[in-house]
């Protein structure tokens, strides 16, 4: 791979995350370094989701700490989180149901939208030339996902598929430097796994994003990942490149137990 | 071909992001606006513009601020009547306390003051949805109500808490005639129109729509949820504050608290949920619907009974309107949440295709 992996960009050290009785995350550490594709593999209920939603600031683990880019983060909020550059993805698609495909992307870039809300209600020329400004990038990320199509479509009405497309296209949107996907691929069929495959890829290649995936098809995480992490019951029973990992004796074993 | 959008091919974003991107409905908006501004005004008697025309268009007005918290914003309220009224009672202290103070002043002041208090109570939307937060928002209501009859310096000290504006002077014009007071509310309603549909297609309207669909996901993408519910809530009190202004300067002349009851929230809230929530154009149906309704059974159920030999009491006629209303609310809510402007848009992608549907 001609890509060059930098230097350490997220750092979790000993997170525990509790739900009441509910061990979620139990001691777990791991870093994130610039530029690669690091997946997150378990079982259900391993604790993957909940880890994503630890880095972005939806879940405050109750013990460790986080570093982002070297410097410790307290008690984010998931929108400064996605002020930093950390953008997600969701396992149970959370688009606009309202929205068309269009307006869902163009959210991803309120974070860089500053005219305020009186030259918004005038469609003032600075506030047109940004909304503008800003279409014309959304529609490169349209052409990039090949969904030019159904940019006037309300999402409610796309297929599954093309629905996992929109959200990424919206988590692209952020220009993001961390990019969570969870289970892009879930629920598709060979061909859109193919298409989702090369569009991580490309994204990872292209800009340079970092890419933090969680997938329970194994031959697509062996392909595409630079590291792997295995949860298993919240608790990390394994983390390397894809070799390694899928020789660990530990590793085979709860996938085994899983029923996998 | 009376309606095609054929070779009508956008070669900009700019002109892909218009109002209305297609040429016809552009021509049919801008010869309504034009009849409304020059036909009318030929055509309609007195009564017209005092019962239906100018009622429609403030409670219009008011309903547009409505249907942004509540269609756009998915935040529900109960409380709008009482918006209308400090919106009026604002303005109304504003104009008699403040030497020289312009029409245009106290109306803007009166919804600054209105969108103010919106916010205040707005807050226990950050924390409680839902049913919790009607009952937050009907409680505004009943304090507002207390306040404007019990609190005397919102009235000027008068004893029944009724006061009353005249000589309407807008840059000296003086709004007098009913043509001149419709034509007045008509221009505000127009401004206040375009400036809603700028807010619902520009980064705030995104915002508010996004918190309404899925709030863990807008908060994940960077939009700060206590910004874009409190904002939706400071704008759409701006115009009910307006446009309760309006009501009480323009409409009513002279007013007491009761103008502006739980009733009106209500009623406010019904225009919105049959007009189509999330639509601007629904707003407006909403409020000719509910404007006209009554004054349609008024004359056709004794015309009916009539033709029957049964004569047909107001009290009949006003238990029948309530009737209609809760069958439309719930046929709305449950067949089309979007309401009137929805089968109006579906009526219009039918006729964009005909005769070849396929
Ligand atoms: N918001 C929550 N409240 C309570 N329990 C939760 C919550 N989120 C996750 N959990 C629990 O945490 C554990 C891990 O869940 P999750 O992170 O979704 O696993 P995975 O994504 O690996 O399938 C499960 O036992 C789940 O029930
Ligand atoms: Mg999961």
């Known amino acids: 791979m001609s890509k060059q992996i930098g230097d350490v960009i997220l750092d979790l050290q000993n997170i525990s995350l509790r739900f009441g009785g509910v061990k979620a995350l139990t001691d777990i550490s791991f870093n994130v370094r610039e530029h690669e594709v690091r997946a997150i593999i378990g079982p259900n209920g391993a604790g993957k989701s909940s880890m994503l939603n630890v880095i972005n600031g939806v879940y405050h683990p109750q013990d460790g700490k986080i570093f982002f880019r070297g410097e410790e983060r307290k008690a984010m909020q998931p929108h400064m989180a996605a002020a930093q550059g950390i953008a997600r993805t969701f396992q149970n698609i959370a688009l606009f149901k309202g929205m068309s495909v269009l307006d869902n992307i163009m959210t991803g870039r309120n974070l860089q939208m500053k005219s305020n809300l009186l030259m918004q209600a005038l469609w003032w020329g600075p506030a047109r030339n940004e909304e503008l400004k800003h279409r014309a990038r959304v529609e490169e990320i349209i052409d990039f996902l090949e969904i030019q199509h159904i940019r006037k479509t309300p999402v409610g009405r796309l297929p599954y598929g093309l629905q996992k497309r929109v959200d990424l296209g919206r988590a692209l949107a952020m220009e993001p430097k961390i990019l969570l996907l969870d289970e892009p691929m879930a629920g598709m069929n060979v061909e859109e796994k193919q298409d989702m495959c090369r569009f991580i890829l490309d994204v990872n290649d292209q800009f340079g994003t970092t890419i933090v995936l969680i997938e329970h098809d194994m031959g697509v995480v062996m392909d595409i990942s630079d590291r792997v992490v295995v949860l298993d019951y919240g608790k990390k029973i394994g983390d390397g490149i894809p070799d390694e990992v899928r020789s660990s004796p530990e590793v085979i074993k709860a996938y085994l137990g899983a029923g996998h | ?358």
């Open chain 2, 1 to 358: 071909m009376i309606y095609r959008e054929n070779g009508q091919f956008k070669t900009s974003y700019g002109a892909d992001q218009q109002i209305f991107p297609i040429a016809q409905d552009r021509w049919a908006v801008l010869a309504i606006i034009a009849f409304a501004f020059i036909g009318v005004p030929l055509l309609a008697d007195e009564y017209m513009f005092r019962a239906i025309l100018i009622p429609f268009l403030i409670l219009s007005l008011a309903a547009l601020g409505v249907n942004l918290l509540v269609g756009y914003c998915g935040q529900i309220t109960l409380g709008a009547g009482a918006f209308m009224a400090i919106g009026a009672y604002a303005a109304y202290n504003f104009l008699i306390r403040i030497d020289g103070m312009p029409l245009l002043g106290a109306l803007i002041l009166g919804g600054l003051t209105s969108a103010a208090m919106g916010i205040l109570f707005g807050i226990p939307s950050l924390r409680v949805r839902g049913l919790y937060l009607a009952v937050a928002t009907l409680a505004a209501q009943f304090f507002w109500d207390w306040a404007f009859l019990r609190i005397k310096w919102f009235t000027n000290d008068s004893s029944s808490g009724s006061v009353s504006v005249s000589n309407l002077d807008f840059f000296g014009w003086t709004i007098d005639a009913p043509a001149e007071k419709y034509l007045f509310c008509l221009g505000m309603l127009v401004v206040f129109g375009l400036l809603a549909k700028n807010m619902t297609r520009a980064s705030i309207g995104r915002q508010w729509m996004a918190i309404r669909d899925m709030d863990v996901a807008a908060e994940v993408i960077g939009i700060r949820p206590m910004w874009a519910k409190l904002s939706a809530f400071a704008v759409s009190s701006f115009f009910v504050g307006v446009a309760g202004a309006m009501w009480g300067f323009v409409h009513l002349g002279s007013w007491e608290p009761a103008a502006f009851s739980v009733d009106r929230s209500f009623q406010l809230l019904f225009m919105v949920i049959i007009g189509g929530l999330g639509s601007i154009v629904g707003s407006f149906f909403g409020a000719a619907f509910i404007v006209i309704l009554p004054i349609f059974l008024n004359q056709m159920l004794p015309a009916l009974g009539g033709l029957f030999g049964v004569s047909i009491s107001t009290a009949a006629v006003s238990h029948a309107e309530l009737i209609i209303f809760g069958v439309l609310i719930v046929f709305f809510l449950i067949v089309e949440p979007h309401g009137l402007a929805r089968l109006w848009a579906t009526s219009k992608e039918k006729l964009r295709l005909w005769p070849f549907p396929h």
